[in-house]
C-alpha cells in the first residue's frame, strides 16, 4: 500500500513538471518579441563582460590564482547556473510571491496537487532556455575553443563539478524559497528576493580560492552561495581535490530541503489570503 | 442524510498592524488582533445549496477559505467530505472545486482550452472526458466560440465563464463559489445560476455560495447562513427568512403626473422615490385598502405588488444587529 503510495506520488509530481514546462514554454511563445529583447539583452551582456575580461588580462596574469583560460570557463560556469536558478528556479519563485500578494494562490491551493512541488516547478522556463540562454553562451565557448587543452580538466574533477552544480543549485533554489516565504507574512517579498539573488550572484563574483576564510565559511553554511559556482569550477579544474568535501555539500543539501519544507509548511498555516 | 461539511466553534483571528507614526511602525510595529470568525457551528448535507450572506467584512469569505483548507481555523474543529481540509489530501482536494469572481486561475496568456490541458493533468482525467465536459460547459455558458482565444483578450464575462468551466472540469461533489457573477451582465448571471441551480438538482452537487447578489442566492439557493461580525446571525431555508417579513409588501405606484411626497406619505412608508413612481411600504392586510385609496385619490397610471426583496431582509436584519 505505501509503495502504491509512493508510486502514486511520484507519478503525480512527474505529470505537473511535464505539464508545467509545456504549458510555461506555451507561455513563453505568446511574446515572440519579448524572448528576442531577453536574448539580445544577455548578448549585449556577456560581450561586455568578455571585453571586461580582455581588458583585465591584459595588466594582469591571474586572477585568485585563475589565468585567461580558467577565468573563462570559470564565466561558464557562472553563465550555466545563473539560467539553471532563472530557468528552474527563480521564475517559480517569482510567481510565487506574486500569487500570495494577488491571493492566486488560493486557486493553486485548492487544486489536488503536492503544493509544495508545485509552487517550485510552476514555471519552468524552456522558453528562455532554448531562446536565451543557449545563444548568449556561444559566445562564451567560441573564445573557449582552443584553449580546452590549457585547462587542467580530470574526469574524477568534473563529475565532483557536476555533482556540486547540482547540489548547489538545489541549495541555493531553497536559499531563495526560504528567504521568499517572507511575503506569506509581510504580504510582498520582492525586495527580500532581489537581495537573495544579490547574495547567492556574490559567491559567482571570484574563484573560490579567492575568498577569505570567514567568507568561506559563511558561504558552506549559513549563506550557501560558494557551492554551485566556486567550488564546482574548483573540483572540475582540479584546484581543491578533497572530494570528501562533497558528502558536506551533500549533508548541506540534505538541510536545506529539509529547512524548505519545514518553513514552507509554517508559512502556509499562517496563510492570510488577501482578500477579495 | 450525507453530512459533507461539519464545522464546530471555530474562530479566526488575524493579525493586523495597528496605525502609528512612521517611525514606530518601522521599528517597533504594533499588531492588534481582529476577529473575522467568531465561534460559529454549522453542517451542510449531501446536495444541500447553502448561501453566506452577509456585509463586507462580515466573514464569509473567511469561513469559505477555512473550509477549502487555505486558511487554518485560529480554534474550532471544520471536516468537509470526512476530511480535515488544511491536511489538503489529494482526495479531498480532487472532489471540491473553488470559483472566486475576481481571481484568475487560467493562465492571462494563453486560451482556456490550454489552461484546460493543464488542469486536464492535474485532475488525472481522460482527454476524451475533459474534452467533453469542456464542449458541455461551453455550450451551456455560450463561449465554445471562444476556447482558443487567449484570456487576455476575453471580456471579463467570458472569463469569468472560463474560470467555471476550468473550476467543474472535474466534475467536485462540493463547488465553493466566492462573488460568482461578479461584474458579469444579466444574461451571463443567469446562464450561470441555471448552470449551478441544474448541477445542485441533477447531480446532486453540494453548492457553497457567497455573493451580495441577492438574486444569486434566490435562483441558486435553498438555505441561507447569515453571518455577521463574524457570528451566524440566522441559518435556516430561505422561505423562513423571507416569511418573517411576509406581512409587509411592496406598491410600486406610477402616476400620471408629478405627485408631492406628503400626499403619498399617509399610504405607507416610502422606499423608494422617482419623477413618476413611488415604492411604498404597506403592511399585508392592508393592501387592498390602500390601493383602492391610492386610485380613487390620485391620477394612478399603473400598481405593482411584490414581497419585501431580500436584499431589504439583508439590510433590514444588519441594522437591527
Redesign the interface.
Known amino acids: 500500500m505505501k509503495l502504491l503510495d509512493i508510486k502514486q506520488g511520484i507519478k503525480?509530481r512527474w505529470?505537473?513538471l511535464?505539464?508545467?514546462s509545456m504549458?510555461s514554454f506555451?507561455?513563453s511563445l505568446?511574446?515572440t518579441m519579448n524572448n528576442y529583447g531577453n536574448f539580445l539583452s544577455m548578448m549585449v551582456y556577456m560581450l561586455m563582460y568578455l571585453v571586461f575580461l580582455d581588458v583585465l588580462f591584459g595588466r594582469v596574469k591571474t586572477i585568485a590564482g585563475y589565468n585567461y583560460s580558467e577565468m573563462l570557463f570559470f564565466t561558464l560556469i557562472v553563465q550555466i547556473n545563473y539560467y539553471l536558478t532563472f530557468v528552474f528556479s527563480l521564475t517559480s519563485i517569482d510567481q510565487l510571491d506574486v500569487s500570495i500578494n494577488?491571493?492566486?494562490l488560493?486557486?493553486?491551493?485548492?487544486?489536488?496537487?503536492p503544493?509544495l512541488w508545485y509552487v517550485t516547478f510552476r514555471k519552468i522556463n524552456l522558453g528562455d532556455l532554448i531562446f536565451s540562454a543557449i545563444p548568449a553562451t556561444i559566445p562564451l565557448i567560441v573564445m573557449l575553443s582552443g584553449k580546452w587543452n590549457l585547462l587542467n580538466i580530470s574526469l574524477g574533477g568534473v563529475l565532483a563539478g557536476f555533482v556540486c552544480i547540482i547540489l548547489g543549485q538545489i541549495i541555493i533554489h531553497c536559499f531563495q524559497f526560504i528567504i521568499s516565504l517572507t511575503a506569506f507574512f509581510t504580504g510582498e517579498g520582492k525586495n527580500a528576493r532581489n537581495m537573495a539573488m544579490e547574495i547567492i550572484s556574490f559567491g559567482d563574483s571570484v574563484p573560490f580560492e579567492g575568498y577569505p576564510s570567514a567568507l568561506k565559511v559563511v558561504g558552506f553554511t549559513l549563506i550557501p552561495n560558494l557551492v554551485h559556482t566556486a567550488l564546482s569550477v574548483s573540483f572540475i579544474l582540479g584546484k581543491s581535490v578533497n572530494y570528501s568535501f562533497l558528502l558536506y555539500v551533500l549533508l548541506l543539501t540534505l538541510v536545506f530541503l529539509w529547512l524548505k519544507t519545514k518553513l514552507w509548511k509554517f508559512a502556509l498555516?499562517?496563510?492570510?489570503?488577501a482578500?477579495? | 442524510m450525507e453530512k459533507v461539511i461539519e464545522v464546530k466553534n471555530i474562530s479566526k483571528i488575524?493579525k493586523v498592524p495597528v496605525k502609528q507614526n512612521f517611525v514606530k511602525s518601522i521599528f517597533i510595529p504594533k499588531n492588534k488582533e481582529i476577529t473575522a470568525v467568531n465561534d460559529i457551528s454549522f453542517t451542510v448535507e449531501k446536495g444541500e445549496s447553502v448561501a453566506f450572506l452577509g456585509p463586507n467584512g462580515a466573514g464569509k469569505?473567511t469561513t469559505l477559505?477555512m473550509l477549502?483548507?487555505?486558511?487554518?481555523p485560529s480554534s474550532g474543529n471544520v471536516k468537509v467530505l470526512g476530511e480535515i481540509p488544511?491536511d489538503?489530501k489529494?482526495?479531498?482536494?480532487?472532489k471540491?472545486?473553488?470559483v472566486?469572481?475576481?481571481?484568475?486561475?487560467l493562465?492571462w496568456?494563453?486560451s482556456a482550452r490550454?489552461?484546460f490541458?493543464?488542469?486536464e493533468?492535474?485532475?488525472?482525467l481522460k482527454h476524451e472526458d475533459a474534452e467533453k465536459k469542456i464542449i458541455e460547459l461551453s455550450k451551456i455558458l455560450d463561449v465554445e466560440k471562444h476556447l482558443d482565444t487567449?484570456i487576455r483578450k476575453l471580456s471579463l464575462g467570458q472569463r469569468l465563464k472560463m474560470e467555471l468551466i476550468g473550476a467543474l472540469i472535474h466534475n467536485p461533489e462540493i463547488i465553493?463559489l466566492?462573488?460568482p457573477t461578479l461584474g458579469l451582465d444579466v444574461i451571463a448571471k443567469r446562464n450561470i445560476r441555471e448552470f449551478l441551480r441544474n448541477a445542485n438538482k441533477e447531480f446532486k452537487t453540494t453548492i457553497i455560495l457567497t455573493s451580495h447578489d441577492m438574486t444569486d442566492i434566490e435562483k441558486v439557493c435553498d438555505r441561507v447562513i447569515v453571518i455577521n461580525n463574524g457570528k451566524i446571525i440566522f441559518d435556516d431555508s430561505i422561505g423562513k427568512l423571507t416569511s418573517k417579513y411576509r406581512d409587509r409588501k411592496y406598491l410600486t405606484l406610477v402616476f400620471k403626473e408629478e405627485i408631492p411626497s406628503h400626499k403619498i406619505e399617509k399610504y405607507g412608508r416610502i422606499i423608494d422615490k422617482k419623477p413618476l413612481t413611488y415604492t411604498l411600504e404597506v403592511a399585508g392586510n392592508n393592501q387592498a385598502k390602500v390601493i383602492a385609496a391610492v386610485s380613487e385619490d390620485l391620477p394612478i397610471d399603473d400598481i405593482d405588488i411584490t414581497h419585501v426583496p431580500l436584499d431589504e431582509i439583508m439590510a433590514d436584519m444588519f441594522q437591527k444587529e
Request: proline share 3%; net charge negative.
Open positions: 503525480i505529470k505537473i511535464a505539464s508545467s504549458f506555451k507561455e505568446a511574446y494577488t491571493g492566486e488560493d486557486l493553486w491551493l485548492s487544486k489536488p496537487v503544493a498555516s499562517h496563510y492570510s489570503s482578500s477579495s | 488575524y469569505t477559505k477549502t483548507g487555505l486558511l487554518y488544511v489538503r489529494y482526495v479531498f482536494l480532487k471540491i472545486a473553488l472566486m469572481g475576481n481571481k484568475n486561475g493562465s496568456d494563453l490550454q489552461s490541458e493543464l488542469f493533468s492535474i485532475y488525472d487567449p465553493f466566492d462573488e
